[in-house]
């Protein structure tokens, strides 16, 4: 059995120097590739840099919500030479946050778009963070062109909103939040969500899965986050590792 965790920042302060140690935990639970994610210059490059030291690390770039108010034709420029680079596998992560508001909405909105637009220029997919703001981020994507994928990342929306975003090119990670007792409507999304939509994730080091939750998370735990979801779901744990890991092959182009 083996596992993909597909948003990780393996690049964040608390693994910097124990990458390999991380990486070696993972292994032992069968997760044998994981995506480290950018979002904003010092983690792009941060990713970047460890794609290209591990055989098992893919990267992926992008200017999230809380930086959208720095992002200008020398960011896009940049981003287009790093996503040309081998490893890197999607632009991400980005999208909305309209709970902590680091950037204006309307810059928010616009450079979102223009980052999606970017990715079908180039033939990639992207790798979606929209927290409280479903009704922008659906109406971005709807008028988007998804030829090459998107994936909404730690999806955390309600099964009317999954319905919605299925009518679009798009794929749904689950992170440990699918493990929470209390997140009643995300199990309601999980058990709804077709097996050949469905990715996982750790976006360590947050949103730790049961049962280590309290304590800092790492890409190993995407282990527990599938299994949470093939309880969900009463599936094999395998079965959710297979189909979980070829949909991750296949939004991302990892063969």
């Keep these: 059995m083996e596992l993909i ?31 480290c994610v950018g979002q904003d210059p010092d983690f792009n490059r941060r990713a970047i840099d460890l794609s290209q030291r591990f055989d098992n690390v893919y990267a992926m770039v992008g ?3 809380d930086v959208a108010k720095d ?22 992560e980005i999208g909305l946050d309209y ?13 979102f ?18 927290r409280d703001a479903f009704t922008d981020c659906y ?3 709807r008028r988007s062109n998804l030829e090459y994928g998107a994936v909404l990342h730690s999806f955390n929306g309600n099964v009317e909103w999954l319905n919605k975003f299925l009518d679009l090119n ?19 999304a999980v058990k709804q969500t077709p097996l050949d939509r469905l990715l996982v994730e750790t976006d360590a080091p947050y949103l730790t899965p049961k049962p280590y939750r309290g304590k800092q998370n790492e890409p190993a735990n995407v282990y527990y986050v599938a299994r949470a979801i093939a309880e969900i779901k009463d599936l094999p744990l395998a079965e959710v590792a297979q189909a979980t890991y070829m949909n991750t092959e296949r939004v991302y182009g990892l063969n």
């Design 5 to 35: 965790d597909n948003h990780t920042h393996l690049q964040d302060e608390p693994f910097r120097g124990q990458e390999e140690f991380y990486l070696e935990r993972a292994q032992k639970l069968g997760v044998t590739r994981l995506i």
């Design 63 to 65: 200017y999230c919500p």
């Design 71 to 92: 992002y200008d034709q020398q960011a896009e420029d940049q981003l287009i030479e790093q996503l040309q680079i081998p490893g890197v596998v999607a632009l991400g």
């Design 99 to 111: 709970y902590w508001d680091e950037s204006p909405r309307d810059q928010q909105r616009k450079v």
């Design 113 to 130: 778009a223009r980052q999606v637009e970017l990715a079908h220029e180039l033939k990639l997919p992207v790798d979606i963070h929209t």
């Design 139 to 141: 109406e971005i994507l």
């Design 170 to 188: 798009v794929y749904f990670s689950y992170s440990g939040v699918a493990s929470f007792t209390k997140a009643v409507e995300v199990h309601e």
